[in-house]
């Protein structure tokens, strides 16, 4: 079945430092990729997402980067911050329309001061 | 946050009595959707709904029932629950059309089973 793995499933970086989670998926229909922010007790929020037509996608300090052919995309956050701390899932769409998602397992990421 | 709210936002039962959580939407959005969080396992589909009284099965449904009645509330109810059922609860939402088919969560409902 469809399924989405998540590397690393935790991360730790100095502030200032550059960050990347990466993604694999398994369904080859999958288009959408949308990565969410989860900050403790909260609910999952979007940060960025990127279609199948596009091969990267940058909002600040944050990119996306899709590979198609290999199936794998990855999350970028460069000159991290203490608030960027938090667990980050991908997630990619699921077959068979509804807008479905399947989601990796979630990225917890500490940026220390 | 796309009008979505979530009730109740915390519950406590025990093992074999009836649960319902609500999700409640106020901007028409087409389809709905129910998620489980566990530690390790990221978000799981239970349920989803793409309009009223249509509903289908996700990854994980043995165990729960779903209803829509209304657009605007989408019912989970758990038949009889069992500690395996102890997690956090997400509703979403998503609208139909390119670009705007993006996922909204609601706030969650932290559930225990004991």
């Known amino acids: 079945g469809e399924n989405v793995e998540q590397h690393p499933s935790t991360l730790s970086v100095q502030e200032g430092d550059s960050a990347v989670i990466k993604c694999t998926y398994s369904d080859s229909a999958s288009n959408y990729f949308p990565w969410y922010k989860q900050e403790l007790g909260k609910r999952p929020q979007l940060i960025i997402d990127?279609?199948?037509?596009?091969g990267e996608k940058k909002d600040q300090r944050i990119a996306v980067t899709l590979n198609k052919t290999a199936k794998h995309f990855s999350l970028h956050i460069t000159e991290t911050q203490p608030e960027d701390s938090a667990v980050y899932f991908c997630a990619a769409s699921w077959t068979g329309g509804y807008n479905k998602l399947i989601f990796g397992a979630g990225t917890r990421l500490a940026v220390h001061p | 946050d796309a009008g979505i709210t979530q009730s109740p936002r915390h519950k406590v039962t025990e093992t074999g009595t009836p649960v319902t959580l609500r999700c409640h939407q106020t901007?028409?959005?087409?389809?709905m959707y129910w998620y489980r969080q566990d530690p390790g396992h990221g978000l799981r589909l239970i349920h989803y709904s793409y309009g009223v009284k249509d509903t289908d099965k996700g990854e994980v449904s043995d165990g729960y029932s779903v209803s829509r009645s209304k657009t605007e509330d989408f019912l989970l109810t758990l038949e009889s629950a069992t500690s395996s059922q102890t997690s956090v609860y997400f509703c979403?939402?998503?609208?139909?059309?390119?670009?705007?088919?993006?996922?909204?969560f609601g706030p969650g409902t932290r559930l225990t089973v004991l």
């Open positions: 979403a939402i998503s609208s139909e059309g390119h670009s705007t088919d993006t996922q909204y």
């Open positions: 990127i279609r199948s037509n596009v």
């Open positions: 901007e028409n959005h087409r389809y």
